[in-house]
């Protein structure tokens, strides 16, 4: 991971992959993950919409829309204003971690096991 895949506006991964054959156990444990909500934050109220269908299209197999809420008045909009500023310092915290693992990972055992 290069820090500078972290920046406020990253979008697409462009780092390298790795492709690890998951277990059945693992397999097992990821079919079972219920999540009973999603919140999408768009960096602006006019994007909203435009990213709204791009993730809906994207997720389509996956998840279905029940019930949809956006913000009406201006207290409400800058609660959001602020869990999308969280959500943010989560991500860069997230990859934070990222590099930190990457630093302290010992990929040569995973080349070894193909």
């Known amino acids: 991971v290069d820090n500078s895949l972290c920046p406020s506006h990253l979008a697409v991964w462009e780092g390298d992959t790795i492709h690890v054959k998951p277990t059945a156990e693992a397999v097992i444990a990821l079919a ?8 999408l934050v768009a960096p602006t109220a006019s994007s909203l919409e435009a990213r709204r269908k791009d993730f809906l299209r994207k997720m389509k197999e996956v998840i279905s829309m029940s019930k949809e809420q956006r913000a009406t008045s201006q207290s ?6 602020q869990v999308k500023q969280e959500a943010l310092q989560l991500r860069s915290q997230i990859c934070e971690e990222l590099v930190m693992v990457e630093e ?3 990929l040569s055992a995973l080349d070894q096991a193909e």
């Open 32 to 39: 079972q993950i219920k999540v009973s909500g999603v919140l």
């Open 76 to 81: 409400i909009a800058s609660s959001l204003d």
């Open 104 to 106: 302290r990972c010992d």
